[in-house]
């Protein structure tokens, strides 16, 4: 099949490390946060399987730099296409809105004249969807969708009407969940949500995403930790939703144990980091200081190494679409301690590959930490479980062989019925 994917502010060239810095929020700064970082390695990761499953790909994402080429090619076999579609800068997402109509036409008048002709496109995020939308209505080219994050359900758990996103963004999420030929969901939390917002279920498909195995597995290279010391480690942005603060306040009830905090900008770059600086003062004041470390973005082919230095892996956050740092570490064969929220929820199994907590709650995840560490068999058998959940379900060949058979079922349904004899 011909797979457009379109992912108008997160570029899998920033995983690929052609552009910006590591793979995490290359867009943060530019997005407030919401849908860039997991969605670049998500976006780069899906493309490079589906590639390998003998597809051929291409991925728009808007052209926010001049310095940027029309099409880049990648070493994993996809394109990368560079849609001019406003200022060729950063934008915020409140000021991508008026452009993404002729982000759409762009690729309409690409598809229909440009000698490229998908089968089936996927769009990435709901300012991607609206785009692609109004491109496959002109180019008759079936529409799959997957959010990636939702502005209703943002504001509910952050209890801040401010992260439901820029004005309209509600109404537009609701629309897409009838306009697009398929909801592409990553978690059973999504369903609920989705349901809510009144996408009919048989629009649904629910396809988790996949952690790349060739890079998160138990062998290889172990970051320099001391042995004497247990390690609990988080991997993230540093925003509040991640709930890092939640971690430091956990660390008194964790006795001796380090807490190493990855994410973030460069490690040289954290002093100017105004919730860097926060987490510092506050580790201060819970008297953790001196077992709290910051070390800043970590490139990704240097992350595995982290993971495996790790005795406990935890996932505190208020908020989690999907999450792929728990699958991650869990392919590392470190067990995880993770809040009771959106795709942690499925990935995570409580009581059998990790422990839950209910979010925002310093007290339940200090004592899940501490009980984790004390109990080797435990910390084993949870490490060996998710290894096996990890293989058995979260492989990138699985999620790319579901969403073949997803494009190929809208692909059927829009091709016009053959001709009787
Ligand atoms: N990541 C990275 N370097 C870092 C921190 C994170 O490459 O220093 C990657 C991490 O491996 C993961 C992604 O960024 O693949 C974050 O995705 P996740 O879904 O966990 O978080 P979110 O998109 O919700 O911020």
Same mark, same amino acid.
Request: net charge negative; proline share 16%.
């Given at each position: 099949m011909r797979i457009a994917m379109i992912s108008e502010h997160a570029s899998p060239l920033a995983v690929l490390g052609e552009q910006g810095a590591g793979g995490q929020g290359a867009g943060d700064g530019a997005t407030g946060g919401e849908g860039a970082g997991g969605q670049h390695v998500h976006v780069a990761e899906l493309a490079a399987e589906l590639v390998g499953q003998g597809h051929d790909v291409r991925v728009y994402t808007r052209?926010?730099? =001049? +310095? @940027? =080429?029309d099409a880049v090619p990648t070493g994993d076999g996809?394109?990368?296409?560079?849609?001019? +579609? !406003?200022p060729a800068r950063r934008l915020p997402s409140a000021e991508l809105l008026p452009h993404l109509g002729e982000f759409g036409r762009w690729l309409a008048g690409q598809w229909r004249d440009g000698g490229w002709l998908p089968d089936v496109a996927h769009a990435h995020f709901w300012t991607s969807g609206l785009a692609t939308v109004h491109a496959g209505r002109r180019a008759g080219v079936p529409v799959v969708l997957t959010y990636h994050a939702l502005g209703a359900a943002a504001a509910r758990r952050q209890r801040d009407p401010r992260h439901a996103g820029p004005p309209g963004r509600l109404g537009y999420e609701r629309a897409l969940g009838r306009a697009v030929d398929r909801v592409v969901v990553q978690s059973q939390e999504e369903v609920g949500e989705l349901v809510r917002l009144g996408v009919p279920r048989s629009r649904m498909a629910l396809v988790p995403a996949g952690v790349n195995e060739r890079i998160f597995r138990p062998d290889g290279p172990v970051a320099p930790r001391d042995p004497a010391r247990p390690r609990v480690l988080t991997v993230g942005r540093l925003a509040e939703r991640m709930g890092l603060q939640e971690v430091v306040r956990a660390m008194p009830a964790v006795p001796d144990a380090e807490c190493v905090i990855v994410g973030g900008p460069p490690v040289g770059l954290l002093p100017a980091d105004g919730f860097a600086r926060r987490l510092t003062a506050l580790a201060e004041s819970c008297g953790v200081a001196d077992r709290v470390r910051l070390v800043g973005a970590v490139p990704r082919a240097e992350l595995a190494a982290w993971y495996r230095s790790a005795d406990v892996l935890v996932a505190a956050p208020w908020h989690e679409p999907f !999450? @792929?740092? =728990?699958l991650e570490g869990m392919a590392c064969g470190v067990p995880v301690v993770g809040t009771d929220v959106g795709g942690i929820a499925d990935t995570?199994?409580?009581? @059998?590959t990790g422990d839950l907590v209910p979010p925002r709650d310093p007290r339940a995840l200090g004592v899940a930490i501490r009980r984790l560490l004390a109990d080797n068999v435990r910390r084993f058998a949870y490490a060996t479980a998710a290894l096996d959940r990890i293989r058995s379900r979260y492989s990138w060949r699985r999620c790319a062989e579901q969403l073949s058979a997803v494009y190929a079922s809208v692909g059927a349904a829009a091709r016009p019925a053959p001709a009787m004899a």
């Open positions: 052209r926010d730099s =001049p +310095a @940027l =080429p996809y394109q990368v296409w560079h849609v001019p +579609a !406003g !999450g @792929l740092t =728990p995570v199994v409580d009581g @059998l």
